[in-house]
């Protein structure tokens, strides 16, 4: 029974690890524009430049992360990605002028893609083979309390303290979870003889993880509506003061459904959590296109942290499965590629949406895609049966 045992001392480290990652990251997401725009002088416009120069050098490094953790190793990636990701972090304090501020986003963006990718790929090893839908929905549950404890704490910190407080604190939450990293099991090819760095096609996606990481990228198009204009929306609507609990709510659903999600999938496989999946997010954008108040703002985002919680950590399970252990850096790295490019493509194409036709054509038009999706799923499922 041991040897099914999922919450070991070495996942429950590296759990604490990624969740101070996570912290750190929704953080600065929600802190770094009301410290660009308040104390720096900036405009919205060059606020918004501190996110998309950080996600674009995540995307520009995770084709090769995987390649990197082969050669040089996962848990020495992981361990050199967080001393980086660290010192960025303390550098934060000590920088302020605005384009010394943007490079170091992007150098902390590409630390950002490598521990996140190895941190998964370390998980994905460490659990049973047979619970891997649940260890890996498990695993991500630190993201998810992250994205209510990173803005919740950075907001709570800058309305009381200052924003050289927030900066403090943060690198001290990252000094503790880069410590718990210690724990870190060994590869199993330490002891082997390096490899070569030589790239080729396969070194930068794995093939097999491709169908997975394809989907994962329209939910993250998706996904974008909520993550970039959620709060401008709510303004719109007047439920702007409730935008905080919108995203309590979207992790608490998260948080609670996740266990028996990831235990379907192990027990009756993807498709039993998948296509209720993308029925609540589907019916969570529907939701928040209409809403009027702030009971239904809350609704949807319900429905919207059920279909989230269930289709990306699933998806990432089915990316990895399709391929060996081996390679679970590289089917890890080949779904983040997907993933962070569909938020970041999705980010720009609606917000043009948005200037055009409204953010609640936006929540539509992100429904819609979630339902062409979930219609080529169920297509996929059937001509695989």
Not at 65 to 93: H, Q
Not at 203 to 222: H, N, W
Request: aromatic letters at 16%.
């Amino acid at each position: 029974m041991d040897q099914e045992r999922i919450w070991t001392r070495r996942f429950f480290s590296l759990f604490v690890t990624n969740i101070a990652v996570f912290i750190v990251f929704y953080g600065l997401v929600a802190a770094l524009p009301l410290y660009a725009v308040g104390l720096l002088n900036r405009t919205d416009e060059d606020a918004g430049l501190l996110m998309s120069v950080f996600l674009l050098s995540a995307i520009f490094v995770r084709p090769f992360s995987g390649k990197v953790l082969d050669v040089v190793g996962k848990r020495k990636m992981l361990w050199i990605g967080l001393i980086f990701y660290l010192i960025c972090t303390v550098l934060y304090y000590f920088v302020h002028p605005f384009s010394l501020l943007l490079i170091l986003r992007f150098f902390q963006g590409i630390w950002f893609s490598i521990i996140t990718t190895a941190a998964v790929t370390i998980a994905a090893d460490i659990v049973p083979p047979a619970r891997r839908g649940a260890g890996l929905g498990y695993f991500n549950m630190s993201t998810n309390l992250a994205v209510v404890l990173g803005p919740l704490i950075a907001l709570s910190i800058i309305q009381t303290y200052s924003f050289d407080i927030l900066f403090i604190v943060l690198s001290v939450l990252m000094l503790i979870g880069g410590l718990f990293s210690l724990y870190a099991p060994a590869d199993e090819e330490d002891e082997q003889t390096k490899m070569p760095f030589t790239i080729s096609l396969g070194d930068l996606f794995e093939k097999a993880a491709i169908p997975a990481a394809l989907i994962g990228s329209f939910i993250a198009f998706a996904y974008a509506s909520v993550l970039s204009y959620l709060s401008i929306y709510a303004q719109e609507k007047n439920v702007l003061s409730f935008a905080s609990t919108f995203f309590i709510v979207f992790a608490i659903v998260m948080l609670v459904t996740r266990p028996w999600t990831g235990k379907l999938f192990d027990e009756y496989g993807s498709k039993f959590v998948l296509i209720p999946g993308f029925i609540s997010f589907m019916v969570g954008l529907i939701l928040l296109a209409y809403i009027e108040g702030p009971m239904l703002f809350l609704i949807s985002g319900g429905f919207i942290g059920f279909g989230y919680g269930a289709i990306v950590p699933s998806l990432q399970t089915l990316a990895i499965q399709t391929t060996s252990s081996k390679r679970s850096g590289y089917a890890t790295a080949t779904f983040f590629t997907f993933f962070d490019s569909g938020v970041a493509i999705g980010s720009y194409v609606l917000g043009i949406i948005a200037i055009t036709f409204g953010y609640k054509n936006v929540y539509l038009l992100a429904s819609l895609l979630t339902f062409i999706v979930f219609l080529f799923y169920v297509i996929f499922q059937r001509k695989k049966a």
